[in-house]
């Protein structure tokens, strides 16, 4: 047999030592800055209550397509997302796109009732009003919204 290079246990830990602290310090380095800029993100679950109804099907497995909508205190849109699925949602939020204060959130998709949920943004984070009570078809935490839309047909 070829006489190989084999290293010694020692130098395998010395070296992993110094490699697991080079991207420690890189982390303790880089990190505020790359928080800084990075935008918070809101995750949006969306579901349909008749997405088990025969009639859901033209709508294909992403669903009709929700939009998001945040107003402020005078009515004016602020922001908004367009084509939102059936399911989990991220959306990048952050001052730049949705400055610090109070807005009402509005889930709306075509032959849905719009549902409005009371928001609270501060910096990357985003909840729902403490003092207002949710809709039983809302679920709201940090960064997290969960809506169950309701059609405008009842189903027969």
Request: charged share 20%; hydrophobic share 40%; glycine share 10%.
């Amino acid at each position: 047999m070829p006489n190989r290079f084999q290293p010694k246990g020692n130098l395998v830990v010395l070296a992993l030592l110094i490699l697991t602290g080079s991207v420690g310090a890189l982390f303790i380095l880089l990190g505020p800055n790359a928080t800084e800029r990075s935008p918070g993100v809101l995750h949006i679950g969306i579901r349909y209550d008749d997405e088990a109804a025969m009639r859901f099907a033209r709508y294909g497995k992403n669903g009709p397509g929700a939009r998001l909508d945040f107003i402020n205190a005078e009515g004016q849109p602020v922001y908004f997302v367009e084509k939102l699925n059936i399911g989990r949602n991220l959306v990048p939020i952050g001052p730049a796109k949705l400055p610090n204060g109070s807005y009402v959130a509005r889930l709306q998709a075509p032959g849905y009732k719009p549902v409005d949920i009371p928001v609270m943004t501060e910096g990357r984070m985003l909840h729902p009003k403490e003092d207002t009570p949710l809709p039983d078809n809302v679920y709201g935490e940090y960064n997290l919204i969960g809506v169950r839309l309701e059609s405008e047909t009842p189903l027969r």
